[in-house]
């Protein structure tokens, strides 16, 4: 079993920190080269560079929730789940296919409780 694990090339969790520039503001992220590659796949399903694509998802993610606190560990988490999405087939394998075209919703359908943001119950009391 382990040798699926060990077998990787060391140098896909070897980390590298990137300095990027979101709106302005100049910030650097570590991450294991593996999830920059990841990263690079998804922006460029949408001819987005793997900047444009992180500055994006922290734009949505404030815009959801308000405010970011590990983003690092948003951006491993969200390579993470792609590729799950993927071996769910709910993301298709070919990268021709744009991620915004498709249905987020038909995607989510379904998913284990730990991989979706539940409403939060509001007590009346």
């Not at 709106?23 to 991450?31: D, E, K, P, Y």
């Not at 915004?100 to 995607?107: F, G, M």
Request: net charge neutral; hydrophobic share 45%.
């Amino acid at each position: 079993m382990c040798e699926v694990f060990i077998s990787a090339n060391p140098e896909s969790y070897e980390s590298r920190t990137r300095s990027l520039r979101l709106h302005g503001v100049v910030t650097s992220i570590r991450l294991e080269n593996l999830h920059w590659e990841v990263l690079e796949e998804i922006g460029a399903r949408d001819g987005m560079g793997v900047t444009q694509l992180i500055e994006k998802l922290y734009d949505e993610l404030v815009q959801a929730r308000g405010a970011v606190g590990n983003f690092a560990s948003f951006l491993r988490v969200s390579a993470l789940r792609y590729m799950a999405l993927q071996a769910r087939q709910r993301i298709p394998v070919d990268l021709a296919v744009p991620i915004r075209s498709l249905d987020a919703r038909q995607v989510l359908q379904d998913l284990p409780d730990s991989w979706a943001r539940r409403p939060q119950r509001v007590d009346l009391a």
